[in-house]
């Protein structure tokens, strides 16, 4: 499952996965998000998988990567916060994948989010909570 919430003002899409996440549920956020008629292609993201149980396969998460890179559905700089430890192995299989697109570097702490994106994430991820799942 996921919320999110795009900050036009910000020029920032926040995103919070939880619950067990396979393959289909990341492409349905990013799919939810990229038709979002708030949503720009342009602006900087956070995603925030603290929350989530990752149950993707190296080979699953190419697909993720194929799908970015086709679809062109980012440019801006996307931070991905998570504590887990298949999360940090697949998000240097995801950098890598995707650095000639757009940069989406791995952080563990928000105040790190914060800093690569030149913004205060914390009162955005708190504003999240209040949103329904999707």
């Known amino acids: 499952m996921f919320k999110y919430k795009i900050f036009p003002d910000q020029t920032l899409v926040v995103v919070k996965v939880f619950g ?8 349905s956020w990013i799919n939810t998000v990229a ?15 603290r ?8 080979e699953e998460f190419l ?19 998570t504590e887990r430890p298949i ?11 995707v650095k000639d697109q757009h940069e989406s570097p791995f952080v563990t702490f928000v105040s790190e989010a914060s800093t690569l994106l030149n913004r205060n994430i914390e009162p955005l991820l ?6 329904n799942a999707v």
Request: hydrophobic letters at 40%.
């Open 126 to 131: 708190q504003e999240l909570e209040n949103e």
């Open 20 to 27: 067990k996440t396979k393959v289909a549920d990341v492409l």
């Open 87 to 97: 999360a940090t192995a697949l998000a240097a299989i995801y950098k890598e994948g």
């Open 63 to 81: 697909q993720i990567i194929l799908f970015i890179k086709s679809q062109k559905v980012a440019e801006g700089k996307w931070v991905n916060l």
């Open 35 to 49: 038709k979002d008629q708030n949503y720009q292609k342009e602006y900087d993201g956070i995603v925030d998988y």
């Open 51 to 58: 929350d989530a149980e990752i149950e993707i396969t190296p």
